[in-house]
C-alpha cells in the first residue's frame, strides 16, 4: 500500500466534505442535536479557502483516503473562538470509516508538521473535541500538548474543545 499525499484538486472539494461528515459521523450519538448540526457545518465548510491554507489529501493507491487542513500562523482558524496564535493550525483531519487503521491520519500529521517546518516554524497546534478520544491518543503519541488557556467551548453545552501544541 502507498500513501502518497498532494495538494487538494479544486473538483475534490465536494468529495472531501463529504468524506469528513462521514468520518465524524461516528461522534453524533456522543453529542448534543445542536453540537453535531453545528459541527457538521463547520466542517462542511469552505474556511479551508481562506489564503494561506494548505488543504491536502492522502491518496491510498490511487483512492481518495483521508484530508487535512494546516491552517497558516496568526489566522483566525475558529472564527472568533480563540485568539490568533503564532504557528500554524491543523484542522478537519478526516480519513474515510473504511480505510481506517492504515497509516493515513499519521501521514496526514507527517505531511502538515514537515510542511509548518518548511515555512520556518518551530512548532504546531490543533484542537480537538473531547469526546474524539481517538484522535487525541494519536495526538499525543505524536508528542502534542495539552495547551488548555486556548480551549473553548463553542455550544455553552459542556463539550470542550481542547488545545494542543508541539514543537517541531
Known sequence: M????REAHQ???????????????????ALPREHWQALKQAISSE??????????????????????????ANTDAYEGYVDELD??????????PDIRGKGVASAL??????????????????HTGDFMSRAITLYEKYGFERVPQHD??????GI?????????
Open 87 to 96: 504557528y500554524p493550525e491543523i484542522r478537519v483531519l478526516a480519513v474515510s
Open 152 to 157: 473553548f467551548e463553542p455550544a455553552d453545552d
Open 11 to 29: 473538483d475534490e472539494l465536494d468529495t472531501i466534505r463529504e468524506q469528513r461528515v462521514q468520518a465524524y459521523e461516528d461522534h453524533v450519538h
Open 47 to 72: 474556511a479551508d479557502q481562506q489564503p494561506g491554507v494548505d488543504l491536502m489529501v492522502a491518496e491510498l493507491d490511487g483512492i481518495l483516503a483521508g484530508s487535512v487542513a494546516l491552517f497558516p
Open 109 to 126: 500529521i507527517d505531511a502538515c508538521i514537515e510542511r509548518a517546518r518548511a515555512k520556518g516554524y518551530h512548532s504546531i497546534g490543533l
Open 2 to 5: 502507498t500513501i502518497t499525499i
Open 160 to 168: 470542550i474543545v481542547k488545545a494542543f501544541y508541539r514543537s517541531i
